[in-house]
């Protein structure tokens, strides 16, 4: 006789009653103490709401949350009305593990620095529709659980040491599929030091684990902290479709790491775009009006030879690609060194350059192997580095019109997965470039990143 069947129809019927049971406990609280939130924190269950009444709350202990909910049923934490809840004093939100699928949601954080983190282990926790404006030294929000989620927020008015968004891990490996999307980051001065930048993704140590994340649509303003306004330092991520604005001598830095996607982002009054690392992909980008338009860097250590991950890893096999690169003090720049190692087996090609200073391209370390295609100027000084062949001058548009000067990006639909080659930059009338030839071996591929959820 085979009892295995009616077993299993007992038990799916178990798990339907117990399912059930905690769907039908699932409620909405309202709460207007930081005890009372804390108490009903701890006893939440999946699909519960804790809502906190408007008014101004003073901490002075952690809000520890390490509760359970389900993609179907999150845990919603949230602000009676969103900007309506202001807390202050010495702590904010730690989400703990095994916490999942928490989301908090409304609230203005106005209490010390270093206080809000979602912990390692804790998974799916989403900070949405925040105002982070903390004091003293530390990061508004620290990052080292999976599958976090930081969207629709405010970071503002920040002139201390620590990020605005500091995304790290545990160990060697970088917090993995982090999606950062529809953020306003503004007003960060310069607080003297290193380890202020705006948003800091990974550490070196971290470098070499892949994160799988995605940085987009974000807005940066008058951010200043420090050299970096982005800083990533681990592996295998996007980041697109951000707006960087007067922040003069800061970049979006890729300063450790290998494999990231660069694409669809625009920089106004910056330092532009700086690459450190191996088979990074930067396409589809525009910067201007700034010191610099793309920076490669110029190595003083091979960490695939063994040099320490703090090293500024040499760049190899970097495809840089159908970018524009407008009114910059210079377009494409290596700085110097001492016992440089420079850069090997760089792409640089199909790149539109308008206007800037009297150089358009300067090199000022080894620059092994490189490959120099199709690259357009129009109204610049000298082409400086950029070697006779790889590229073409067009005369500016007549009474000063479109600074395109007739030059148009070609249709083409830009993925994590493109190298730039389908919307590359050439004059309208002129036959499609050749493909840029991807190096052999080594050369960049295609990384397998998640799909994102919808998140409304």
């Known amino acids: 006789m085979n009892h295995r ?28 103490t930081i005890p009372d939130l804390q108490s009903r924190i701890n006893s939440a269950v999946a699909g519960d709401t804790i809502i906190v009444a408007n008014g101004v709350y003073t901490t002075s202990a952690v809000i520890n949350i390490n509760r359970q909910g389900t993609a179907a049923a999150p845990i919603i934490i949230a602000a009676e009305t969103v900007g309506g809840v202001r807390i202050t004093g010495t702590h904010g939100f730690s989400v703990n593990s095994p916490a999942t699928h928490v989301t908090i949601q409304g609230f203005v954080f106005a209490h010390i620095s270093g206080r ?29 659980g999976h599958d976090a989620v930081v969207d ?27 999606w950062v999307h529809h953020n306003y980051f503004h007003d960060f001065d310069a607080a003297g030091v290193n380890g202020a930048e705006t948003l800091r ?48 001598g800061t970049q979006l830095t890729l300063r450790h790491g290998n494999d990231l996607t660069v694409y669809g982002n625009y920089l106004k009054n910056t330092d532009g775009i700086r690459i450190f690392g191996d088979r990074h992909r930067v396409f589809g980008n525009v910067v201007e009006d700034s010191a610099s338009g793309i920076q490669i860097g110029n190595g003083d250590g091979e960490v695939a030879d063994g040099a ?73 000084g000298s082409p400086g580095h950029l070697p006779p062949g790889s590229y073409i001058i067009l005369p500016p548009p007549a009474g000063g019109g479109d600074p395109f000067g007739g030059v148009t990006l070609r249709p083409g639909t830009l993925s994590a997965g493109d190298d730039g080659r389908a919307a590359t930059v050439g004059p309208t009338a002129a036959p499609a470039p050749a493909p840029v030839p991807l190096p052999p071996g080594g050369g960049p591929g295609t990384p397998a990143f998640p799909t994102m959820p919808t998140i409304p």
Not at 116 to 144: M, Q, W
Not at 214 to 239: A, D, M, P, Y
């Open 152 to 178: 629709y927020n405010e970071f503002r008015n920040k002139s201390t040491v620590g990020n605005m968004l500091d995304v790290r891990g545990t160990g060697s490996q970088i917090a993995q599929r982090v």
């Open 116 to 144: 809000n983190n979602i912990r390692s282990g804790a998974t799916h926790v989403r900070f949405t529709r925040n105002t982070f404006e903390c004091t003293g030294d530390g990061a508004y929000l620290t990052v080292a």
């Open 308 to 380: 320490p991950l703090t090293a500024h890893d040499r760049p190899d096999f970097c495809v840089i690609t159908s970018n524009a690169l407008i009114n910059n003090g210079t377009a494409y720049v290596m700085s110097g060194r001492t016992n440089p190692l420079g850069a090997t087996n760089t792409t640089f090609s199909y790149n539109f350059i308008y206007g800037g200073g009297a150089t358009v391209a300067s090199i000022r370390g080894p620059y092994t192997n490189p490959t120099w295609t199709g690259n357009i100027l129009v109204n610049t």
């Open 5 to 32: 069947r009616p077993m299993l129809r007992s038990s799916l019927a178990l798990a339907g009653v117990l399912w059930a049971a905690a769907a039908a406990s699932a409620a909405t609280f309202t709460v207007n």
């Open 201 to 248: 993704y990974g550490l070196s140590g971290l470098s070499l684990s892949d994160g799988f994340g995605i940085i987009e649509h974000n807005l940066f303003v008058r951010c200043t902290g420090e050299l970096e306004i982005i800083s990533i330092k681990n592996s295998r991520n996007i980041i697109r479709f951000n707006v960087l604005l007067d922040s003069p």
